[in-house]
């Protein structure tokens, strides 16, 4: 039972347009999402957080949009650049259970 | 500040042998969690140490256990290994728990099981 879902494995984005990855959720009790990023042969770097309070939260170039009611949350890169050619994770967790529950990935490919 | 830091970083091993991963984590870190990932699955969660005590467990069999040190280094342990056990195991440390701070991974172990 995949508790948090990227339905997407990849996607492919021109330099400089906006890459949008999605993420979405089943347990309603989860209240702090998370997004890493990984490069090949590393392991994965926090990105950006959003606790279930916020709707948005921004950080540079980086966006995470939660809409608690969809149970969906967004990640928005913009503009996008090369090295954002990464495989991004989103990630759950309850405040009851110190667990992260994390989506499969997808892979994004940056276009010059 | 050094990274956590995983040894070895590739492993190869036959079916039914059994292996010990080490990390060590950030200073000051008090909790290590361990992942499994597989192409197509993401990160599947094992264990979780804080302070040397299991704090959470992930659905894996018995075959998968760990341990943590007064130094909070971990380690962990797979015996009679499967060919379905190859995958990147990682690891990662974060100060309090991965609920409240972000994780810091290390550069993972790649373990192949022929």
């Known amino acids: 039972d995949q508790q948090v879902k990227q339905n997407s494995p990849s996607l492919s984005v021109q330099e400089g347009r906006i890459s949008i990855l999605n993420c979405d959720y089943t347990?309603?009790?989860?209240?702090?999402f998370l997004w890493y990023k990984k490069y090949p042969a590393e392991g994965p770097t926090f990105l950006i957080s959003?606790?279930?309070i916020k709707d948005k939260n921004e950080d540079g170039r980086f966006t995470v949009f939660l809409n608690k009611s969809a149970k969906h949350l967004s990640l928005h890169i913009v503009p996008s650049q090369p090295g954002d050619s990464a495989v991004y994770f989103c990630?759950?967790?309850?405040?009851?259970?110190?667990?992260?529950?994390w989506g499969a990935g997808t892979k994004l490919i940056i276009k010059p | 500040k050094a990274g956590v830091t995983q040894t070895p970083r590739y492993l190869i091993k036959t079916r039914g042998q059994q292996v010990t991963l080490s990390c060590s984590p950030i200073?000051?870190?008090?909790?290590v969690s361990w992942y499994q990932q597989t192409p197509g699955q993401g990160l599947q969660f094992l264990f979780e140490y804080f302070s040397e005590t299991q704090r959470n467990k992930g659905n894996f069999p018995g075959r998968f256990s760990g341990r943590q040190f007064s130094n909070s280094r971990s380690e962990m342990n797979v015996s009679t290994l499967e060919l379905g056990d190859s995958a990147l195991y990682l690891c990662?440390?974060?100060?309090?728990?991965?609920?409240?701070?972000?994780?810091?991974f290390g550069p993972g172990t790649r373990l192949t099981v022929l």
């Open positions: 959003i606790s279930s």
């Open positions: 347990n309603s009790m989860f209240d702090y």
């Open positions: 200073s000051g870190h008090r909790s």
């Open positions: 990630a759950a967790s309850a405040e009851s259970n110190y667990q992260l529950i």
């Open positions: 990662a440390s974060s100060w309090y728990g991965a609920s409240y701070n972000e994780q810091f």
